[in-house]
């Protein structure tokens, strides 16, 4: 994220971190631990909050476009606010509700690390217990597609993921898109 961060955008700089990760996904076997369930939503309406507006068909790279710092993330901070609070809270609850289960039967809740207020204000609204949410925005920033990967790692480090757990995880992303899954931990 730092090569399309501008620093002296302050909406932006402190947010975002660079970071990577990788999760093994493997088939079970019916009845073992295994994914439960997806949903995934995009919401083409986000585009002007959250966006990147030079590079692509639309803006070509050119000395103007650079001039102008289009090559940089930009957002409207409120609106992705909002929109995150209002769509993860609205997704993780469908994910649940489709499956007969409550915040509280969650065991751990791995959220993107977008912004704390946006995690904790979800995880108050759909029930969760607060032990069994998992922030690490303050040790590694947003790293935007890494945030969850690098959650379940801080999860298995404080010894919260035990087989056989309840997990959601939930993400919201530019654009806006906004996806949770609901699985059996395995391990």
């Given at each position: 994220?730092?090569?399309?961060?501008?620093?002296?955008?302050?909406?932006?700089?402190?947010?975002?971190?660079?970071?990577?990760?990788?999760v093994l996904v493997e088939p079970a076997?019916?009845?073992?631990?295994?994914?439960?369930d997806f949903l995934h939503e995009i919401?083409?309406?986000?585009?002007?909050?959250?966006?990147?507006?030079?590079?692509?068909?639309?803006?070509?790279?050119?000395?103007?476009?650079?001039?102008?710092?289009?090559?940089?993330?930009?957002?409207?901070?409120?609106?992705?606010?909002?929109?995150?609070?209002?769509?993860?809270?609205?997704?993780?609850?469908?994910?649940?509700?489709?499956?007969?289960?409550?915040?509280?039967?969650?065991?751990?809740?791995?959220?993107?690390?977008?912004?704390?207020?946006?995690?904790?204000?979800?995880?108050?609204?759909?029930?969760?217990?607060?032990?069994?949410?998992?922030?690490?925005?303050?040790?590694?920033?947003?790293?935007?597609?890494?945030?969850?990967?690098?959650?379940?790692?801080?999860?298995?480090?404080?010894?919260?993921?035990?087989?056989?757990?309840?997990?959601l995880l939930a993400s919201v992303g530019?654009?806006?898109?906004?996806?949770?899954?609901?699985?059996?931990?395995?391990?």
């Open positions: 994220m730092s090569s399309i961060i501008d620093y002296t955008d302050r909406a932006t700089c402190v947010i975002f971190g660079d970071g990577a990760g990788a076997a019916d009845g073992e631990p295994g994914f439960i919401d083409g309406s986000g585009g002007a909050a959250l966006n990147m507006p030079g590079g692509g068909s639309l803006n070509p790279p050119s000395h103007e476009t650079v001039d102008k710092k289009m090559h940089y993330v930009h957002q409207d901070g409120q609106a992705v606010f909002k929109f995150a609070v209002r769509k993860m809270v609205e997704i993780c609850e469908t994910i649940l509700k489709r499956n007969g289960l409550k915040g509280c039967d969650v065991t751990v809740f791995l959220p993107h690390q977008a912004n704390q207020r946006i995690i904790n204000a979800t995880a108050e609204r759909v029930g969760l217990k607060p032990e069994s949410v998992i922030i690490n925005i303050d040790q590694f920033g947003n790293t935007t597609a890494a945030t969850i990967p690098l959650a379940m790692q801080s999860a298995r480090d404080q010894g919260k993921l035990k087989k056989g757990d309840l997990v530019a654009g806006f898109t906004v996806g949770a899954t609901l699985l059996r931990w395995a391990y």
